[in-house]
């Protein structure tokens, strides 16, 4: 594979009549606004925030993984001398369980969790109680005394064995979903051959290097709750936790600071975050709530647990006639915020990027006695797309097939978008707006010297080595709309400040943001300050989730940051220049002439300081340089890519060993390609730490063995592969000015299909891998049972 | 609760005068009672290496100490590899070569990469490839796929600027 990278890209060609197509920063690989803080230890994560006399929170934990609470007893806790208070599910009997968020999908409602146990426990982990304390040791000390008496009911450990009772009269198949389109019933009788595969994807989950805390106090000057340490989407969950606990959304607000990962599970609403608002709210006191790493994998949302039955019915060539599939979602203990979003994204997206005629899909819901299941990075996408790769895998070697040549036969031809399909994914209508997905597999063929890395592999092979290569084809979504806002500032000084709704949760918000704001209005990116995660300095926002921010809030930056320079050439010209407003442009943050090139300018900040509220800016319209920008987008962006594994196979230890990887992607615009690459070699990284090395383990009485990073394994610099990035902009999408797409799944989403199917090819058993994670006990079994090594 | 014990941590060449029970681990003094907050905690387990801070000039786990164990020893966090304020900021080499090199997405752990770095080049600074990823394997990232933080350390490396400014 060659060193091929972005600095490839051309830019600056497309200005789809962009009043302003100016690109100084855009495109450019500029360094982050966020890092100088974050290099030398000054960051604001919740854990290091304090307020003066705070109290401390921690939470008792279920030790059953299923059962009947016959009583707690607090009465040990509540006479330790350093106990301010004990709540069990009695004293909070007034909160509502946790929402979820809007959803046409019906019928989820009684599987939602309560903040704190009422006269069940679900899962191992599950909160039964909260202690507080002026120490946090002591708070410690003193939750180790609450003790649960329970008695124990028979436990569900997986989705597709028979389904049990939930509560009484109610199922633990909370749902069954179903989409279909086409005709599917005549697609598999007049098929040539049906192939069927019969997949699983283990469970894991996003695991941020940060534990999940909250720190919420009551600022009596403004009779406003702050709550402290939530990312992700502020404006949302601040409405949600307002309403749980009985305030107004307007006297209750999120400041996130900084947040050490996000990867969808990060900021979502937990018992925990309302727990901590509402003891600020009852103590009259600052509470601070900080996990530790136990906690984490026991009750911070897992993911990804499925078993997908595709049946790919395909005509004499190899081409698709259609693909009928079921689904097994372990939804663990209960619905969280997402309800179905990871099911129906996942049956929404199998069928990715093929041309597909009909598609009937079936997915059930299921409850089990394990930690509740929601979004992880690439939600549903990792499963589906991993199941979709395996069908096209076997259907390659039904047909005698190369695996490359099945994929090309069935890729939706470039002419054919946008392409509708006569289906929802989370209640949108799906069409997929732009792509060239012939082009940019030929585009990765030529990158990763295809025939030069076969020849390589087969010479290997001939020496006994067992390596194989793998590809994993993939649709993505992002740029999840319809609506977002910001507000651009100009100061005195002719600095910048950008407010959004979006969230920073690592990936280089503030940096994006800026960069689009300073080519939009005519600036230096470093002028630029990018605030996020607030809901009292904006009053609407949708967050930082599905690869939206760098779509969305970047629209509403750049829109807000063009009426800016608008609101400055207009009164410039009226009031500071004597020239017609066409003949002025912003540059390098000075108003100047156009037809007067090496003029001395009028600094942006002389602009703002002029526009001070008088009789005269009144008159002008409004005062001050400040303006307000929305974007409004109809649908979803697709980016898409491939991702190509060479790995090692070890049949003595069954280990297998990435020796490279790449990531080809069509995202459009990349606004600062060295975040893209950033995005998706990070992604890489956790797609294959669920592909080989990450699953929560429990035994048969439901108890979870994967507590500590001794038992959850992440991948280390060791495991990581050299991974090369071939990013694309051939199909940037119609949806928004600069074609944006996308970034933050891209590296994930093909690794757990590319993995398997490259460990297939390194073993020489078509479709032997049907289960991920690959470990090298499940591989070692595998070789063993296939007789591919001595038993 | 256990009595408190007085001791002296010296943190960046500056002594701290403290009071701590026994059990308090050094990350959470560290961070609670001498106010360094850089020294992030990721898994008070000694795995993740968050909290990597260095002890005589060798990188330890300060969440699988006990504070009192580092009474007379010579500490070092993050807040102390750049030049202060007053004498100008200026980065350290790795802090710099982190920003150049993208190392870093959410910054949890890379107070804890830049410590073990740090002190794996002041005792190593010649250290080949293949040991220095077998160093930084000893701490977890979960953003960046570590390719950028091999690359930042090696450029450092190369340019022979392992302790300097």
Redesign the interface.
């Known amino acids: 594979m060659s060193d091929h990278g972005p600095s490839s890209l051309k830019h600056g060609e497309r200005h789809n009549g962009d009043v302003n197509p100016r690109r100084k920063f855009v495109g450019q690989r500029v ?2 606004l ?10 604001t ?1 919740v ?2 925030l304090n307020f003066p006399h705070q109290l401390h929170m921690r939470v008792v934990r279920s030790t059953y993984a299923n059962a009947i609470i016959r009583s707690i007893d607090t009465s040990a806790a509540l006479a330790h ?2 106990c301010r208070g004990v709540w069990t599910g009695a004293d909070v009997a007034d909160i509502p369980p946790i929402t979820f968020r809007p959803t046409s999908i019906q019928g989820l409602e009684p599987y939602r969790q309560y903040i704190l146990a009422r006269d069940r426990v679900r899962y191992v982990g599950e909160p039964i109680a909260v202690v507080f304390a002026d ?1 946090p ?2 708070a410690e ?1 003193i939750a180790d005394l609450v003790t649960m008496d329970g008695e124990a009911l028979p436990v569900i450990l997986s989705a597709d064995t028979a389904p049990g009772e939930f509560a009484p009269g109610l199922s633990t198949e909370a749902l069954v979903l179903r989409k279909n389109f086409g005709d599917i019933e005549s697609a598999l009788s007049s098929a040539f051959k049906v192939v069927e595969v019969d997949v699983q994807v283990g469970r894991h989950s ?6 999940r805390g909250a720190l919420a106090r009551i600022d009596h000057s403004r009779d406003v709750l702050e709550c402290y340490g939530q990312g992700k989407r502020p404006h949302a969950h601040r409405d949600a936790v307002a309403t749980l606990i009985g305030r107004s959304p307007a006297s209750m607000h999120f400041y996130e600071g ?6 969808g599970v990060r900021g979502e609403i937990y018992p925990e975050d309302v727990l901590t608002c509402l003891a600020a709210q009852r103590f009259d006191r600052p509470v601070k709530w900080v996990e ?2 136990r906690e984490n994998l026991l009750a911070c949302n897992h993911s990804r647990e499925q078993r997908h039955v595709v049946r790919g019915a395909f005509d004499k060539d190899g081409r698709l006639l259609g693909i009928d599939a079921k689904l097994w979602h372990d939804q663990g203990a209960y619905v969280r915020t997402h309800g179905a979003r990871v099911p129906d994204m996942a049956m929404g997206t199998l069928i990715g990027a093929y041309h597909v005629p009909s598609y009937r899909t079936v997915g059930y819901v299921r409850m089990t006695n394990k930690t509740p299941a929601a979004t992880y990075r690439s939600p549903g996408r990792f499963e589906s797309t991993y199941a979709c790769e395996r069908l096209m895998d076997a259907a390659a070697e039904q047909f005698g097939l190369s695996r490359i040549e099945i994929r090309r036969r069935n890729l939706i031809p470039k002419e054919a978008y946008p392409y509708a399909r006569a289906m929802e994914i989370l209640d949108h209508a799906v069409e997929l707006d732009s792509g060239d997905f012939a082009g940019l597999l030929e585009k990765t063929l030529v990158d990763i010297r295809w025939d030069e890395l076969q020849a390589q592999v087969a010479a290997r092979r001939a020496k006994g080595e067992l390596v194989g290569v793998g590809m994993g084809f993939f649709m993505e979504k992002g740029g999840l709309g319809p609506v977002d806002g910001a507000k651009v500032t100009v100061d005195t000084k002719g600095k910048v400040q950008v407010i959004t709704g979006a969230s920073s ?4 918000v503030e940096t994006v943001m800026a960069q689009i704001a300073a080519d939009a209005l005519g600036v230096e990116y470093r002028d630029v300050k990018v605030i996020h995660g607030r809901t009292d300095v904006l009053e609407y926002g949708i967050g930082s989730h599905a690869s939206r921010a760098t779509v969305m809030t970047g629209g509403a930056t750049r829109m807000a940051a063009l009426n800016v320079r608008r609101k400055a050439l207009e009164f410039a010209s009226r009031h500071l220049v004597e020239a017609p407003v066409e003949m002025l442009d912003i540059v390098d943050g000075q108003v100047v002439r156009i037809d007067r090139p090496g003029e001395p300018g009028i600094p942006i900040g002389k602009v703002a300081a002029a526009l001070a509220p008088s009789p005269a800016t009144v008159e002008f319209g409004n005062p001050g340089l400040t303006a307000e920008g929305w974007f409004e987008t109809a649908g979803m962006t697709h980016p898409y890519g491939i991702h190509t594994a060479l790995v090692k196979v070890d049949p003595d230890t069954g280990e297998t060993k990435v020796e490279r990887f790449h990531v080809a992607y069509d995202i459009g615009c990349a606004i600062n390609p ?2 893209v ?2 995005q998706i ?6 797609g294959l730490g669920g592909a080989l090395f990450e699953e929560f383990v429990y035994d048969e009485r439901g108890e979870p063995l994967s507590v ?3 038992d959850y394994l ?7 592969p ?2 090369d990035v071939l990013l694309t902009e051939d199909a940037p999408s119609p949806n928004n000015a600069l074609g944006m797409k996308g970034a933050g799944e891209a ?1 994930i989403t093909g690794v757990g299909a590319a993995i398997a199917a490259a460990i297939d090819d390194a073993i020489g058993i078509p479709n032997a891998i049907t289960r991920l994670p690959v470990t090298p006990q499940r591989l070692k079994a595998l070789l063993k049972q296939r007789g591919a090594v001595p038993a | 609760m256990a009595s408190k014990m007085a001791i002296t941590l010296n943190v960046n060449g500056t002594e701290h005068e403290i009071r701590v029970e026994p059990r308090k681990t050094l990350s959470d003094a560290l961070r609670g009672e001498c106010g360094l907050t850089g020294t992030n905690v990721g898994c008070e387990h000694g795995v993740c290496g968050a909290c990597t801070v260095l002890m005589d000039g060798a990188p330890v786990r300060s969440c699988l100490m006990f504070a009192v164990q580092a009474q007379g020893r010579e500490l070092r966090t993050v807040e102390g590899l750049a030049a202060s304020s007053k004498d100008g900021g200026k980065l350290h080499a790795l802090q710099q070569a982190f920003i150049d090199n993208h190392a870093l997405q959410c910054g949890f752990c890379t107070s804890g990469f830049l410590m073990l770095a740090a002190g794996t080049l002041e005792q190593q600074p010649d250290i080949d490839d293949e040991s220095l990823r077998e160093v930084l394997s000893s701490n977890l990232c979960r953003c960046t796929g570590y390719q950028n933080i091999l690359r930042a350390v090696r450029q450092v490396r190369d340019a022979g600027q392992g302790g300097a400014r």
């Open positions: 360094t982050r966020e890092d100088p803080p974050l290099v030398t230890g000054r960051g994560y854990g290091n001398p350093g120490d040791y002591v000390d996003g695991v941020p290097m940060e534990n900084h947040i050490g990962g996000g990867f530790d790493r949760i690592g990936q280089g060295m975040l690459e950033g070699v990070g992604g890489v990284a956790q500590t990073f001794a992440m991948p280390t610099a060791n495991e990581m050299p991974v590296g």
